[in-house]
C-alpha cells in the first residue's frame, strides 16, 4: 500500500521531521514554507494532506486554490483562527488540530508571565545587564505579592484550568467566565461569572485563555479594561486578537494597569514596538508551547490525524 502524500509548510522539531519517511511520502519539514510555496508544492507533489501552523493563513480564497486530491487540512496548533474552517468542509476537506498536548506547557508560560509582570522581571533583568552598580532603599523596585490575590480567567477550558491548578499552589483565589458553567468536580471551588463584566472589578489578575473568535475579537477593550482595579495585571497567552492593543497601551501608560505579561499579539511576528517601549511590559514571542517535549507532541498528533484519515479511518481530532 503506498505511503499517504503529505507537503508540511512549517519546519519541525527535528524528531518529527525525521519520523517523516516512516508513514509519508512527504515534502517540506525542514523549513517554513510559505502559502504559495505551500501550494505550489500540494500540487507537484500530488499530495493527500496539507500539514500547517499558525503562520499559514488559510482563507476561503487560499483554500479555493487547493487541489482536488486533497482530503485533509492538518494544523500543529490547538487554535485555528488562520483557518476558515467552513469554507474548509465546503471544499471537501477534513481540518484537525492538536487538542490536549499544549495544555501544561502554555499553562506554564502563563504562570511564568504572571510572575515576571508581578515582580517587575522585565527591569530586573535589563538592570543586571546594565550592570547593576546602585543599592535600593526598602521602597524602591517593588513589585505586587502573588500569593492569596484572586486571579480572574476568560476562558476556562483545558488551558483556563491547568492554570487554576497551578493558581491554587500560590493560594490564589479563582473567579472564572466561561461561555458555560463547569462541573463542580472541574470547578474546584472556583467562583462563576455568567457576565464578564461582573468578574473583572474583582480581579487582580486577569488572564486571557479563551479562543480568538468574532464573538472573542476585541473583548479586552478599554470599557472591560476600565472595570479591573486600578493596579490589576493582565496576562495573555491566548491570542492578540481578544485585546485592543491601543486600549491596553493607553492603560499601561497611565498606571491604571501594574503590568502585562504577553506572549501573543495581533500582529505576529510584527509586533506593535510599542509595547517594548514601556517597563511595566514583560515580552515573549508566542512560545507558550516552545518546549521540546510540546513541540514534537504536537507535530506527531497532527501526523496521526492525517495518517488516519489517509488510511481511511476518522480523524482523531475533527474539526
Not at 63 to 87: C, E, N
Not at 261 to 272: A, I, N, Q, T
Amino acid at each position: 500500500m503506498p505511503k499517504p502524500r503529505l507537503v508540511v509548510a512549517p519546519g519541525l522539531p527535528s524528531a518529527v521531521f525525521q519520523s517523516l519517511p516512516e508513514r509519508f511520502d512527504a515534502l517540506g519539514g525542514d523549513l517554513n514554507m510559505s502559502v504559495d510555496e505551500a501550494l505550489a508544492a500540494v500540487a507537484g507533489h500530488r499530495a493527500e494532506a496539507l500539514l500547517v501552523s499558525h503562520r499559514h493563513k488559510m482563507t476561503a480564497d487560499v483554500i479555493a486554490r487547493l487541489p482536488g486530491h486533497v482530503k485533509v487540512l492538518s494544523t500543529v496548533t490547538v487554535g485555528f483562527d488562520h483557518i476558515d474552517v467552513p469554507a474548509a468542509k465546503e471544499h471537501g476537506l477534513i481540518v484537525t488540530n492538536t487538542p490536549d498536548v499544549l495544555t501544561d506547557c502554555t499553562a506554564d508560560m502563563a504562570m511564568l508571565l504572571m510572575l515576571a509582570a508581578s515582580r517587575r522581571a522585565a527591569e530586573a533583568e535589563q538592570l543586571m545587564r546594565n550592570g547593576w552598580r546602585k543599592s535600593f532603599g526598602m521602597g524602591e523596585f517593588l513589585g505586587l505579592k502573588v500569593t492569596g490575590k484572586r486571579l480572574g480567567i476568560l476562558g476556562m477550558g483545558r488551558i483556563g484550568q491547568a492554570m487554576a491548578q497551578r493558581a491554587r499552589g500560590f493560594s490564589m483565589q479563582i473567579l472564572y467566565y466561561n461561555r458555560t458553567r463547569l462541573a463542580p468536580e472541574l470547578e474546584l471551588g472556583a467562583r462563576y461569572f455568567a457576565d464578564l463584566r461582573e468578574m473583572l472589578p474583582h480581579c487582580d489578575i486577569l488572564a486571557i485563555h479563551a479562543p480568538a473568535t468574532a464573538a472573542t475579537e476585541k473583548i479586552v477593550n478599554a470599557e472591560t479594561l476600565a472595570l479591573l482595579p486600578k493596579g490589576a495585571i493582565l496576562v495573555n497567552t491566548s491570542r492578540g486578537q481578544l485585546v485592543d492593543e491601543e486600549a491596553l497601551l493607553a492603560a499601561l501608560k497611565s498606571g491604571h494597569l501594574f503590568a502585562a505579561g504577553l506572549d501573543v499579539f495581533r500582529s505576529e511576528p510584527d509586533f506593535d514596538t510599542r509595547f517594548a517601549e514601556l517597563p511595566n511590559v514583560f515580552l515573549t514571542p508566542h512560545i507558550g508551547s516552545a518546549t521540546v517535549e510540546t513541540r514534537n507532541a504536537m507535530g506527531m498528533r497532527a501526523l496521526d490525524n492525517v495518517f488516519a484519515v489517509c488510511s481511511g479511518g476518522a480523524a482523531i481530532d475533527p474539526l
